[in-house]
């Protein structure tokens, strides 16, 4: 089995290499290819490579390269996690919404909305390119903003699905808390990427018993202080949104916050320096302990457990970012929704959910609204489009914000939009 990885020098890297190596019985790869323009980053995150899976004595060979097209060639997969403009890139995201009061995030609001514009044209030309060479390649998308990027991929015909570790982070530490083995729930998780709730938490599988109720009456402040939203909206909403939902229910707040401490970006930037630094140590074969404070927890578990059910050797029930094909019925077919689905060598096809609340139901029609209008932009280019996209969005949505963030979006990334 031959797997890439495109973005192969990200420093996200190692971890998902531990997952296949640790993994190997579940998902056996005979070649594991990097894949990434920057040939130093490359370099030092291969040879990390090649020691962790020496040291846990995996078989396969890690080869690194800069040509996608050789790459590509015979691949049975292709995982996409690139960042197209860097951290710089991000630390912009991430600083002039904030100078109109928006928030300032690299998925979600002006700033998610600036990072697909650069991504969706980078993402459809891999896909292309890969599907030259090896037609059959499943394409499995770890790349930001998932939802937009996976319905662009889906909408040009490609095999492909959206990855996110939101729900397996969540999954594992609920079952921390109920000191239980993660594989025992189920979560009843909904919505569409980073913005979905966990509507139950199953015990024994999708018709378990709800033991939802019981984990927020005992470990609710455990949860929140992890989402860092308040207890008691929780315990009204009765259900666990991602924690991605604090932009929207705590707006003005991570404003707030966001203006007075470092951006993410740069903490991010400062700790890639120091890993990279850490790769380059010959006598390391393992992943440090750092790269855990770098995000992407369980990528790799999750990246196995889907490559490994697409492959065809084990269907299993994932989270999963998917044609929507009536899933959620207020939503157009050909919407990405993220839910559980039935993953085998034919696909991943959603499973039923149960219906909405109209407070949940509102804000994902309306982000879905917002999404389509980006994937406009991102495919068309145009001022007038973007600046369509922003008033749409919920965390944006008057006339002078989205007139003057149109602006800024376009000023910071004119060098990666083909039409500005």
Known sequence: ??????????????????????LRGVLPIGELVLVDPD?????????????????????????????????????????LQLRVGG?????QDETWPLECGCVGQETTGAGGL??????????????????????????IDFTNPVGIVTRALLQAGHKAVGLCNVAIGLQRKFARLLDVAP???????????????????????????DVLPKLLAEHGDAVADDLRLPRPLLDRLGVVPSYYLRYFYEHDVVVDELRTKPSRAAEVAAMERRLL????????????????????????????????????????????????????????DDAVVEVQAAVDGSGARPLPVRELDPLYAGLVAQ????????????????????????????????????DTLTDRLVAHNREHLAWA
């Open 1 to 22: 089995m031959k797997l890439v990885v495109v973005g192969g020098g990200s420093t996200y890297t190692p971890e998902l290499v531990d997952g296949f190596a640790r």
């Open 39 to 79: 040939v130093e980053r490359l370099r030092l995150v291969g040879g990390l490579a090649r020691r962790i899976f020496a040291r846990q004595g995996h078989p396969g060979a890690v080869t690194t390269t800069a040509d996608l097209d050789a790459a590509a060639d015979g691949a049975d997969a292709v995982l």
């Open 87 to 91: 951290q710089a890139a991000r630390q």
């Open 114 to 139: 600036a990072k697909a514009l650069r991504t969706v044209p980078v993402v459809l030309d891999i896909a292309e390119r890969v599907r030259r060479v090896s037609p059959d390649a499943w394409i």
């Open 183 to 209: 594989e025992a729930l189920h979560l009843d998780h909904v919505g569409l990427n980073h913005l979905t709730w966990e509507l139950g938490v199953r015990l024994g599988g999708p018709d378990g018993a």
């Open 277 to 332: 630094a850490m790769y380059g140590d010959p006598a390391l074969d393992e992943k440090p302990a750092l790269l855990a404070e770098r995000g992407g927890a369980f990528y790799s578990e999750a990246a196995v457990d889907l490559a490994a059910s697409l492959l065809g050797g084990r269907p299993a029930v994932q989270v999963v970012n998917v044609r929507n094909g009536g899933t959620l019925p207020f939503l157009p």
């Open 367 to 402: 982000v879905t609204a917002y999404e389509e209008l980006a994937l406009e932009a991102a495919l068309r280019g145009g001022r007038d489009r973007v600046f369509r996209a922003l008033l749409a969005h919920p965390l944006i949505g008057q006339y002078a914000y989205a």
